[in-house]
């Protein structure tokens, strides 16, 4: 086997926990994103999210933030003089637009952006939400982010709030703000390919008006995911707590 064959037969083996467990007799996997900001879920995780859909399972959203700062800069410059509060009110509105497409239901938090401030009272809520929600698999921020403090206090958040919830710590980090990967470490572990729903996943990033690079952006980068594990569009991701494959022989 080729290296190239065996990428590819290894992004196609983890293409989405819902068809494996499907495939087994299993009930698809509840999954959730918690997002530090409106975009972050669909941009990193939008094509797995939809093919969870597909493929059965429940899907929820959880936004720690409206994303008012970090996330809003072309909306200020179009609008001058708006408010905070119609900036945070827009955002909301288009972060469930964007879940409505995939087929994911939604929370919003909108404790405050830059950067998100996680009280012990605001891990009490995350952790209630996720004991609630009871997901097989989780996922967030590369821990490791640099760009925006409020993703990696967010992915922090998470791992915490996983352990006080007592539910699955199958975590899986998405990408890191984009054009970052290489300077903070992001080496994906596993794919998913995107390619039968990424015009989808378009659609979903196109409800996010306030940020109109998505679409371009992410097209350059699930282009290039799938350029790495020899798809047409695919996503990356990196696991929390890694599970190495067991073989009876080398080479086999």
């Known amino acids: 086997m080729t290296r190239r064959e065996f990428v ?11 068809e494996a467990g499907a495939q087994a007799g299993r009930p698809a996997p509840r999954i959730l994103a918690v997002s530090a900001h409106p975009a972050d879920f669909c941009s ?12 059965g399972s429940k899907a929820k959203v959880i936004w720690l933030t409206q994303g008012e700062s970090d996330e809003s800069d072309f909306l200020i410059k179009q609008r001058p003089g708006i408010s905070v509060a119609e900036v945070r009110r827009i955002r909301e509105k288009e972060a469930f637009a964007c ?15 830059g950067p998100l401030l996680m009280t012990p009272e605001r891990m009490e809520m995350l952790a209630r939400e996720i004991t609630d929600f009871k997901p097989d698999l ?21 791992i915490e709030a996983a352990q006080m919830a007592r539910v699955s710590w199958d975590i899986r980090f998405f990408e890191p703000n984009i054009g970052t990967a290489s300077r903070v470490g992001f080496v994906p572990d596993h794919y998913v390919d995107i390619s039968e729903v990424f015009e989808r996943k378009v659609e979903a990033l196109k409800t996010l008006a ?13 282009r290039w995911r799938g350029i790495e594990c020899s798809r047409q569009y695919a996503e990356a991701f990196v696991r929390w707590a890694p599970k190495p494959p067991v073989y009876e022989l080398l080479g086999a």
């Not at 590819?8 to 819902?18: D, P, S």
């Not at 094509?47 to 969870?52: A, C, M, Q, R, Y």
């Not at 989780?138 to 998470?158: G, Q």
């Not at 306030?210 to 699930?222: E, F, G, I």
């Open 99 to 113: 879940a409505e497409v995939i087929g994911a239901e939604g929370k919003m938090f909108g404790f405050g952006d």
């Open 44 to 55: 990193r995780a939008g094509g797995t999210l939809i093919k969870h859909v597909r493929a």
């Open 8 to 18: 590819a037969a290894g992004a196609a083996g983890a293409a989405t926990v819902g």
């Open 210 to 222: 306030a940020q109109p690079r998505l679409v371009s952006d992410y097209t350059a980068c699930n």
């Open 138 to 158: 989780i996922l967030t921020h590369w821990k490791d982010e640099l760009t925006y403090p409020t993703h990696w206090r967010t992915s922090r958040s998470v």
